[in-house]
């Protein structure tokens, strides 16, 4: 290759270079291999949102999720929906890092590659001047840039963000067994009885309700044993701490130490309010700090936090509830500290994020002296008080409550087929 001139794009100076066919020759036989690999996996949901968005502006999107939950796999099934149109290509290819960003995509979308799908985008330096470059001399082109860190995605204008999570309960049946479940109304998981009927259609429902439980958020339990699952999730949670919180947020030793010790604290804790004074007694860091990783690792999608039902300076002074984002990372960590995962916290991981899927908000409940677990909004406005527990949990906490329901762990189950059902394969 030679340069043939020069540019200024925002204020920076890039060398336009002339390609030759082998470097994008090289980059679509790496990608044809790579989809090839993948061409037995069934599709997740994600595909056809992604598929539907490459009509819609803005033109950048940016696909953002924890690692392992599928972005990879994501991005070329959809490159393999439109390979003549659209172009994949990894952002830590060497051929991407000598070359650039902006000087292969300007190459592939003059060749007629109107799609760019660029993985691992957040391991490339200035990655978004170059992308915005290409945005603006090619109004036609559609970016999807995709990384494993989601601290490094604040959308900004003319850009979207679409946000990849574990899977559901329902998605994880169908791609082990290749069975699409029947979406799950209402009833069949806030009453009892509703919901053992319900998992008695279904042999399989069960026992692989228990697998999904340890590992089956991440789609790579799908081929890996359980051992070399928890593993695996274990060393992204590990990465996501010793990585990307450096990285992106400068976090010093200090921090990132005590990042550790508050993820050994919270897995092997009961579900509860934890108090900012005592975390920050308990890690030796100041309260300030505790708020820092705290926040660190919502961002990061390892921990949620669930803040009070309250408003103005009453939510500002709460303290929140602190869970897993998914209780796979609790038994991650469980694992590697030879401990059991304390059962009821997993069933309020999981309660909470099957609300989180049906995009209904989370709250806690203060200031009562046996209050019930949580209360939640639906869009609609409507709100229900719900109280998680194991089969002998009662429903005196929902005492005074108009709707209430008691969630047992069969609920669950039907709790978790998000009313949505998988693409076609």
């Known amino acids: 290759m030679k340069l043939v001139g020069n540019a200024t794009i925002l204020n920076v100076r890039v060398y336009i270079l002339c390609m030759d066919d082998g470097i994008i ?49 994501a991005l070329l099934q959809v490159f393999g929906k439109g390979s003549t149109t659209s172009f ?12 650039g960003i902006y000087a292969v995509g300007r190459e592939c979308i003059k060749r007629g590659h109107s799609a ?59 791609l082990k067994n290749n069975v699409k479940l029947a979406a799950a109304s209402e009833g069949e ?36 044993s359980e051992e070399k699952s928890l593993n695996a999730i274990y060393n992204s949670v590990r990465k996501s701490v010793h990585e990307d919180a450096v990285c992106f947020l400068k976090m010093s030793k200090e921090k990132v130490f005590a990042m550790e010790r508050l993820l050994v604290f919270l897995a092997t804790s009961p579900p509860g309010e934890l108090s900012v004074t005592s975390l920050s007694s308990n890690l030796m860091v100041s309260k300030t700090i505790v708020y820092e990783i705290i926040n660190a690792l919502e961002a990061m999608q390892i921990i949620r936090m669930i803040r009070p039902f309250k408003r103005g300076m009453a939510l500002a002074r709460a303290e929140p509830k ?65 109280e998680i527990g194991g089969e002998k949990k009662k429903r005196a906490q929902l005492k005074g409550f108009e709707k209430g329901v008691v969630i047992t762990e069969y609920q669950l189950i039907p709790l978790l087929i998000v009313a949505k059902k998988p693409e076609k394969a």
């Open 322 to 386: 602190l869970l897993f984002y998914h209780p796979n990372l609790r038994h991650a960590v469980c694992r590697q500290l030879g401990k059991t995962a304390d059962a009821g916290a997993v069933r309020e991981e999981l309660a909470v994020f099957a609300f989180s899927e049906r995009n209904w908000n989370v709250h806690t409940i203060k200031g009562m002296k046996k209050s019930p677990d949580y209360i939640l909004e639906k869009p609609s406005g409507e709100t229900i008080v719900v």
């Open 88 to 99: 994949y290509f990894s952002a830590d290819s060497l051929i991407i890092k000598s070359n």
């Open 25 to 73: 020759e090289e980059l679509r036989l790496v990608s044809l291999s790579l989809l090839n690999s993948i061409a037995l996996l069934k599709e997740r949901r994600i595909v056809g949102v992604l598929l539907g968005c490459l009509k819609e502006k803005p033109r950048i999107k940016l696909l953002k999720g924890f690692r392992g939950v599928g972005k990879t796999t």
């Open 116 to 174: 760019l799908l660029i993985d691992e985008v957040h391991t490339y330096p200035g990655w978004r001047s170059e992308i915005k470059a290409l945005h603006d001399e090619f109004p036609n082109a559609v970016i999807i840039a995709s990384g494993s860190a989601p601290l490094a995605f604040n959308p900004e204008r003319r850009e979207e963000t679409i946000d990849l999570r574990e899977m559901a309960f329902d998605e994880y049946f169908y």
């Open 189 to 224: 998981w806030s009453d009892k009885n509703k919901a053992l009927s319900f998992i008695a259609s279904n042999e399989k429902l069960e026992g692989e309700f228990y697998n999904y439980v340890k590992t089956g958020g991440f789609p790579l339990s799908l081929d890996l």
